[in-house]
């Protein structure tokens, strides 16, 4: 699959952000040129690293609709700024997730905004059929506890499951 150059740049945040949790021992700076080189696929790395953040509360099975054994999908993703009306300058900071419908059970979202050069992290338990997309900005159903909830780190969102 290749990689563009705007593409990998962010991937190596992603990379950083999630690399002390990588079940493997790898020099950081050699994984990180491979990244820069789009030879690193970072949906399946952070994958890796959210089972092993969990500490055995699920395993990684990466099947079609799950990735891991508990059945959560793990997704990553870039915040980007949309405008709301046409003739506004303003945009609000949003996430959208592309054919959530074939999910077999809740989302771990690890996201990236590139303005701020932060990671915020969702934990979406209610999924829409289709496509899912909130502002982060705003008291979304998805982070009020609603829908989904804003965890602090990491491994707080590897290790959140939600009662039943």
């Avoid at 002390?20 to 994984?31: S, V, W």
Wanted: glycine share 4%.
């Amino acid at each position: 699959m290749a990689t563009t150059d705007a593409a990998s740049i962010l991937d190596v945040f992603f990379i950083k952000e999630t690399f002390k949790y990588y079940p493997k021992k790898y020099n950081i700076e050699e994984l990180l040129d491979k990244t820069k080189d789009g030879i690193i696929q970072r949906d399946r790395f952070v994958e890796m690293c959210m089972t092993n953040a969990s500490e055995g509360m699920y395993s990684s099975i990466s099947e079609d609709g799950r990735d891991h054994s508990d059945d959560s999908d793990t997704k990553t993703v870039t915040i980007q700024r949309l405008k709301k009306q046409k003739l506004s300058s303003k945009t609000t900071p949003m996430i959208t997730i592309k054919k959530v419908g074939n999910k077999k059970g809740h989302l771990r979202v690890v996201a990236f905004d590139p303005k701020y050069e932060i990671f915020r992290f969702f934990y979406i338990w209610d999924l829409p059929r289709n496509h899912l997309q909130f502002s982060v900005e705003n008291n979304s159903k998805y982070i009020n506890g609603t829908s989904g909830i804003e965890l602090k780190c990491f491994s707080d969102l590897a290790k959140y499951r939600k009662n039943a």
